[in-house]
């Protein structure tokens, strides 16, 4: 029987993609890796405003505050998921024209913690602001891109669920640090067409390759808003949860608006000995983004 060959790139579409691929850049460990998008950073960062920030108890016992994001680069609804009492959202608190302590309440532009009865918005005796226990070191971040298969639908293609759940865990240790939830689903080419790039990986392409045949560039994402997120949030110095180089290159932003002074990696459970994801197809993806899109991960030997 003939063994079926896996379609391959349409190298005239794709052509600026597939020199991409082949040209190696070296990084400052002296690796060679070999890239699938030009790094482009915005000349200007989008505008943001933070709607309505409220406080969800979670299952693990942490309470987090959710901050909903509006912008003016697209109608997706990107939050920022905030860990602590010291980060503040500079345009959740501005004093909006004609409101209302209720209003400010409602829209959670509120000091410490709602309790029945409250009238203000402001701190008082009642609601003193307990800062939460701080260290030296910057807060740490995590820009974490919508993955509604990894996340919500049990799947083990790829590690998204378990990466946001360790940032979480990781996060919450430390007290106070944020992951910005981005809502581009499929490394930004949407639902519909990352199922269609699944089904072309069952038949024998890569993640990088599936993209490619769908027309869509490897990564599509970008990552303006989160910085301007992080801008808002009052965050300058950040360590970065990420084995992405170019989001620490995007997320700095075209005039340094946030520095990132160290990367913390991000290494899949199941690498490192503890029970995690585990499947054929996430060793696969896992390479390719080591080998095709440069990820600083480091296969172990045993795999
Ligand atoms: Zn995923």
Redesign the pocket.
Same mark, same amino acid.
């Given at each position: 029987m003939e063994t079926p060959t896996p379609v391959k790139p349409n190298a005239q579409l794709v052509q600026s993609e597939i020199e991409c691929v082949n040209t190696p850049i070296q990084f400052p460990n002296g690796q060679l890796k070999h890239p699938v998008r030009k790094i482009e950073t915005p000349k200007a960062l989008p505008n943001v405003r933070c709607l309505v920030r409220a406080r969800i108890p979670t299952v693990q016992g942490t309470e987090i505050f959710l901050h909903l994001y509006k912008n003016d680069q697209d109608t997706k609804e990107h939050l920022a998921i905030v860990f602590g009492n010291n980060i503040r959202s500079s345009s959740l608190d501005a004093v909006q024209e004609g409101e209302t302590e209720m209003d400010r309440m409602i829209r959670g532009a509120y000091v410490g913690k709602l309790y029945p009865g409250r009238t203000t918005s402001t701190a008082d005796f009642k609601v003193q602001q307990t800062e939460t226990e701080d260290s030296d070191a910057p807060y740490l971040v995590r820009i974490h891109s919508e #993955?509604y298969?990894?996340e919500t639908a049990w799947?083990a293609? #790829?590690d #998204?669920g378990e990466q946001l759940n360790e940032a979480a865990r990781l996060i919450s240790n430390e007290g106070n640090g944020v992951i910005v939830y981005l809502r581009q689903e499929g490394r930004g080419i949407g639902l519909a067409e990352k199922l269609k790039a699944y089904n072309l990986q069952d038949l024998g392409n890569d993640t990088v390759e599936a993209n490619l045949l769908l027309q869509h560039p490897a990564d599509s994402r970008s990552y303006g808003i989160a910085t301007s997120i992080l801008v808002d949030l009052g965050l300058h110095d950040i360590r970065l949860l990420t084995n992405n180089p170019d989001k620490i290159t995007s997320i700095e932003g075209p005039n340094d608006e946030v520095h990132v002074v160290e990367r913390v990696s991000m290494i899949p459970k199941a690498w490192k000995g503890e029970k995690g994801v585990k499947s054929k197809e996430l060793g696969d993806y896992l390479r390719t983004k080591i080998t095709k899109m440069g990820h600083l991960l480091d296969v172990p030997d045993k795999l």
């Open positions: #993955c298969t990894g799947s293609r #790829c #998204c």
